[in-house]
């Protein structure tokens, strides 16, 4: 079993950052691949970024290529997005999740352990 917490999430401007946390217990973190993932009110949770178990690797959404950066760090548990260049479009509940073995990148069904969320809301 693998707890996560996420924190960071608030209100910004439009062009502004904002630095997701995002706090695991549990199992060993480093045996695990991480994904944050989002949605916005009345859409469906979609795919922002994922980083590798040992975090040589990472994959991030078309919308987010270029203004979102993913990392981890396996001595604190935590993974981190940190989002800049923000657009109202931005504007979601965001959610860690991790994911062990094989599976695909950015598939919700193999990340088998989520958290709670944190929102973000960018205003124009």
């Known amino acids: 079993q693998v707890q996560l917490v996420e924190s960071g999430g608030g209100l910004v401007q439009a062009g502004g950052s904002l630095r997701l946390s995002c706090a695991a217990a549990?199992?060993?973190?480093?045996?695990?691949?991480m994904g944050w993932f989002r949605q916005a009110p009345g859409k469906e949770r979609e795919f922002v970024a994922h980083i590798s178990v040992g975090g040589g690797r990472t994959y991030y959404a078309d919308s987010v290529t270029g203004r979102f950066t993913i990392s981890r760090d396996n001595a604190k548990n935590t993974v981190y997005l940190q989002m800049t260049s923000l657009k109202p479009e931005d504007t979601a509940v965001y959610y860690c999740a991790a994911g062990s073995g094989v599976g695909i990148v950015g598939r919700r069904s193999d990340y088998g352990y989520w958290g709670q969320g944190t929102q973000a809301t960018v205003s124009s």
């Open positions: 549990g199992r060993t973190f480093s045996n695990y691949y």
